[in-house]
């Protein structure tokens, strides 16, 4: 079964699945940033679980532990994050939607990296050759 960015509960699981989120609370809390975040493109609303998840997980987080103590490394979800929003940025571009001010992947990525609005962050892609 092919992916439907149009039907809320599907994207509403999808959240869920990629943060591992179960309280009821947030559940609600999720349906309610999907439904505020939705593009608009060709095919009508589109809701942008990638970039929901991203943004659940960077509210979310009691992650940051030490894992060393000599020079003090921590272990966070920085990756992951940074990897649901180019998903969701790749998505996003690939069909044209128009999201609403002060959701875009691009500005939460920029924000992520402590890029400046004159120096955007650029996905790099990585091609392996086997």
Same mark, same amino acid.
């Given at each position: 079964?092919?992916?439907?960015?149009?039907?809320?509960?599907?994207?509403?699981?999808?959240? %869920?699945?990629?943060?591992?989120?179960?309280?009821?609370?947030?559940? /609600?809390?999720?349906?309610?940033?999907?439904?505020?975040?939705?593009?608009?493109?060709?095919?009508?609303?589109?809701?942008?679980?990638?970039?929901?998840?991203?943004?659940?997980?960077?509210?979310?987080?009691?992650?940051?532990? %030490?894992?060393?103590?000599?020079?003090?490394?921590?272990?966070?979800?920085?990756?992951?994050?940074?990897?649901?929003?180019?998903?969701?940025?790749?998505?996003?571009?690939?069909?044209?939607? /128009?999201?609403?001010?002060?959701?875009?992947?691009?500005?939460?990525?920029?924000?992520?990296?402590?890029?400046?609005?004159?120096?955007?962050?650029?996905?790099?892609?990585? %091609?392996? /050759?086997?």
């Amino acid at each position: 079964m092919a992916y439907d960015y149009s039907d809320l509960a599907q994207s509403k699981q999808l959240v %869920i699945d990629l943060t591992g989120i179960t309280t009821p609370l947030k559940a /609600v809390l999720i349906e309610q940033n999907l439904a505020d975040s939705a593009g608009q493109g060709a095919l009508g609303t589109t809701y942008r679980p990638y970039y929901v998840a991203a943004r659940q997980l960077q509210r979310n987080r009691p992650d940051q532990t %030490i894992e060393a103590a000599d020079g003090a490394k921590f272990t966070n979800l920085t990756t992951m994050i940074q990897s649901l929003l180019e998903e969701q940025l790749a998505y996003d571009l690939a069909n044209d939607l /128009v999201v609403p001010e002060g959701y875009g992947a691009q500005d939460a990525l920029n924000k992520l990296c402590g890029c400046k609005n004159d120096s955007l962050y650029t996905p790099t892609m990585a %091609i392996l /050759v086997g």
